[in-house]
């Protein structure tokens, strides 16, 4: 009997240290999936600050598409008016033209 003793107390050794080991390299593994999760975290983070910031561009430029048609809309204005001083000038210089050869001639 004294023999089976020292057999029991090293396999409780034995097995105390496999439990030992199985349960450090669970911790182990919990420490990485830790990691991970607050990786994981960050890049959720990061990707809504980007879709924050592309839906404030895309806002930007709704508003200078809208500053863009309004320009846009005055310059077909100017354009008509434009037009108009054209055409008058060339009425103008055609009457001084016509009243200065009217004059020499006659």
């Known amino acids: ?3 089976v003793k020292p057999q029991v107390k090293v396999q409780q050794k034995m097995s105390s240290e496999t439990t030992q080991s199985r349960l ?3 911790e182990e593994k919990i420490d990485k999936l830790a990691d991970a ?3 994981i975290a960050r890049a959720e983070e990061k990707i809504a600050a980007m879709q924050e910031n592309q839906n404030n561009h895309f806002e930007r430029m709704n ?3 809208q500053k ?3 320009i846009e ?3 077909d204005d100017n354009q008509y008016t ?3 001083i054209n055409k008058l000038f060339w009425v103008v210089i055609v009457a001084v033209a016509g009243a200065i050869s009217t004059h020499m001639w006659m």
Do not use: A, E, G, Q
Request: glycine share 0%; net charge positive.
């Open 1 to 3: 009997m004294v023999s």
């Open 37 to 39: 999760m607050v990786s």
């Open 24 to 26: 450090d390299r669970i």
């Open 82 to 84: 434009v037009k108009l």
């Open 73 to 75: 809309k005055k310059v």
């Open 63 to 65: 508003k200078f598409s």
């Open 68 to 70: 863009l048609d309004d």
